[in-house]
């Protein structure tokens, strides 16, 4: 079985979409292991290759914050923009051009907010909701995951 990057890409996009919580996929040439942790978050993918990758050692949970802590994100129903893709994190379409959005900008649905490049092909991602951007979540030039935030923003 061969299985090309786009192909991954839908299959983890479809799984992170469902609350399976483990997915095992082997052939003589590839295996793929993905497994959820408590959040829901896409925890091991194994590379392509006949060798597997054990799962991460569990750690203790982190310590709860002191009540003084503000508020995080999801607390505030703050939706997040994720990347759909791995790749790089750019908030402006060159160097010598303003950013898409900053902190503050009101964005609204579809609009260009960023752009992730991945294998030399540059991405526009845009916002799937209106409202105000709060924060952004990823350095310029930054690497990006699959699913991780790259900014949030309060709906209205």
């Keep these: 079985m061969s299985i090309n990057f786009n192909e991954l890409r839908d299959l983890l996009g479809a799984i992170a979409h469902t609350d399976i919580a483990e997915v095992s996929l082997k052939t003589e040439t590839f295996e793929l292991n993905v497994r959820r942790d408590a959040t829901t978050k896409i ?13 991460p050692s569990s750690t203790p949970a982190p310590p709860t914050p002191p009540p003084e802590t ?16 791995v790749g790089t994190f750019y908030r402006a379409p060159a160097p010598d051009e303003p950013p898409f959005v900053d902190v503050g900008d009101r964005v609204s649905n579809t609009q260009t907010v960023c752009i992730i490049e991945a294998m030399k092909l540059m991405n526009e991602i845009e916002a799937e909701v209106t409202g105000e ?21 309060n709906p209205s």
């Design 133 to 153: 951007v709060m924060e952004i979540a990823v350095a310029n030039g930054e690497p990006v995951e699959y699913g991780q935030t790259l900014m949030w923003v």
């Design 70 to 85: 503000p508020p995080s994100p999801a607390e505030k129903k703050w939706v997040a923009i994720t990347s759909p893709m």
């Design 43 to 55: 925890q091991t993918v194994a590379p392509i290759a006949s060798e597997t990758v054990a799962p």
